[in-house]
C-alpha cells in the first residue's frame, strides 16, 4: 500500500528525492514519516509530516539538508535530500500512523500502522 521509490547512488554532496507513494487506500488523513536503517544499525526516525502538511518535523542530523513535502492530491509524500553524506547511506522506509501529534509519537516506529518496502541509497565519498 506503501511504495517507495527514488533511491540510488549518488556522490557526496549530491541529491535525490525520495517519493512515498500511497495505493489502495487514500492516505491524506495519516501522518506520513520516513526512516532509515543502515547495516548493522536500528531503524531511525529521519522526518515527518502531519496529515496537511502543517507540521514537519526533522531529525538533527538531517535538519537543514532533508525537506519533507506531500501531495495529497497524488497520495504522494516527497523527501529532498540535499547536501548528502556518506553517513545518509541506508534503506529508506516511508511510514503511516493514523494519529498522534507529539513529537515523541512521531518519531517511534511503532506508532505507525503500514511500512513502504525501502529504497537503498548509497552516498559515495
Known amino acids: 500500500q506503501l511504495q517507495a521509490s527514488g533511491g540510488g547512488l549518488v556522490q557526496a554532496g549530491g541529491s535525490l528525492r525520495l517519493s512515498c507513494a500511497a495505493s489502495?487506500?487514500?492516505?491524506?488523513?495519516?501522518?506520513i514519516g520516513w526512516f532509515r536503517q543502515a547495516p548493522g544499525k536500528e531503524r531511525e526516525f529521519v522526518a515527518d509530516?502531519?496529515?496537511?502538511?502543517?507540521?514537519?518535523y526533522y531529525a538533527d542530523f538531517v535538519k537543514g539538508r532533508f525537506t519533507i513535502s506531500r501531495d495529497n492530491a497524488k497520495n504522494t509524500v516527497y523527501l529532498q535530500m540535499n547536501s548528502l553524506k556518506p553517513e545518509d547511506t541506508a534503506v529508506y522506509y516511508c511510514?503511516?500512523?493514523?494519529?498522534?501529534?507529539?513529537?515523541?509519537?512521531?518519531?517511534?516506529?511503532?506508532?505507525?500502522?503500514?511500512w513502504g518496502q525501502g529504497t537503498q541509497v548509497t552516498v559515495s565519498s
Open positions: 489502495g487506500r487514500t492516505f491524506s488523513s495519516y501522518g
Open positions: 509530516i502531519t496529515w496537511n502538511g502543517g507540521s514537519r
Open positions: 511510514a503511516a500512523r493514523a494519529g498522534g501529534i507529539t513529537i515523541p509519537i512521531r518519531k517511534a516506529a511503532a506508532k505507525y500502522d503500514y
